[in-house]
């Protein structure tokens, strides 16, 4: 069973990354969580506003549920965020990792 409700516990990763995660260019503050398999970003838009996304370490599995591969996949969250505000663009993306139970550790620079 997950410790989180971000995904499904379907995705639940079996092993640990073999490839850290690297931030694209349109990042401007992550963070993670302390295993590394949840990552959450702050991203500028192509429109210059700020948005949130999470990227996280799991595993694809077949019908029989026995992981076949694993990545990097970027879960969408149910909640939007559109602002030009850095610290809005924190607090917003900060209450959703707590609806979430996300434990992640603090905002640091792109990696």
């Known amino acids: 069973m997950s410790s989180h409700d971000l995904f499904d516990s379907f995705l639940n990763p079996a092993s640990k990354p073999s490839q850290s995660h690297t931030c694209a260019a349109d990042v401007v503050a992550c963070?993670?969580?302390?295993?590394?398999?949840?990552?959450?970003?702050?991203?500028?838009?192509?429109?210059?506003?700020?948005g949130f996304r999470y990227l996280a370490w799991v595993a694809s599995r077949d019908a029989g549920n026995t992981p076949r591969s694993h990545a990097w996949r970027e879960v969408g969250a149910d909640e939007a965020l559109l602002t030009d505000d850095n610290e809005t663009a924190r607090q917003v993306a900060e209450h959703h990792a707590i609806s979430k139970r996300l434990n992640l550790l603090p905002w640091g620079k792109p990696q």
């Open 31 to 50: 963070r993670a969580s302390a295993d590394g398999l949840i990552v959450q970003e702050i991203y500028r838009r192509p429109n210059s506003f700020l």
